[in-house]
């Protein structure tokens, strides 16, 4: 029974942990939204503001659960624990593209950011999948994501000299 208990909190946390990240980085995104991001030019491909939050929740969610499969495999195993250890590098990453790109207004900061961003995420699959096939499968929507963040990035950065 104890073990059904620790899988379940492991799994609370896995989750709760990957939403909490999307809440901090929400406190630079949401205030920033109505005004200095919404007089920004923007590719014409850029989504309506409504779209990020619901994308972004889903995308936590499915960090969240790779995690608990990565996690979920001992955390006496060298491969879950370098495993966990990128994914925790890439999270913050995650985080400080808010601050960098809505609470600094900074583009081309950002920009740079989210480039090192989406290389931990990639590091972040290999590492799952020498854990996890699926947990590796889980964060493929994530990285596609942010490859489209990353041109909506650079859109904003050029568009807004």
Partial sequence: MASVYVRAVQF???IGVCLLAGLIGSIYSIPAIPGWYAGL????LNPPPWVFGPVWTVLYILM???L???WSKGWEQKDVKVAMAIFGVQLILNVLWSF???G???PFL???EIVLLWIAILMTILAFYRVSVPAAV???PYLLWVTFATYLTYGVYVLNP
């Fill in 68 to 70: 608990y499969l990565v």
């Fill in 41 to 44: 030019i923007k590719t014409g």
């Fill in 100 to 102: 960098l790109f809505f």
């Fill in 110 to 112: 950002a920009l740079i």
């Fill in 138 to 140: 889980l964060l493929v």
């Fill in 104 to 106: 600094l207004q900074s």
């Fill in 12 to 14: 609370l946390l896995s």
């Fill in 64 to 66: 969240g659960i790779a």
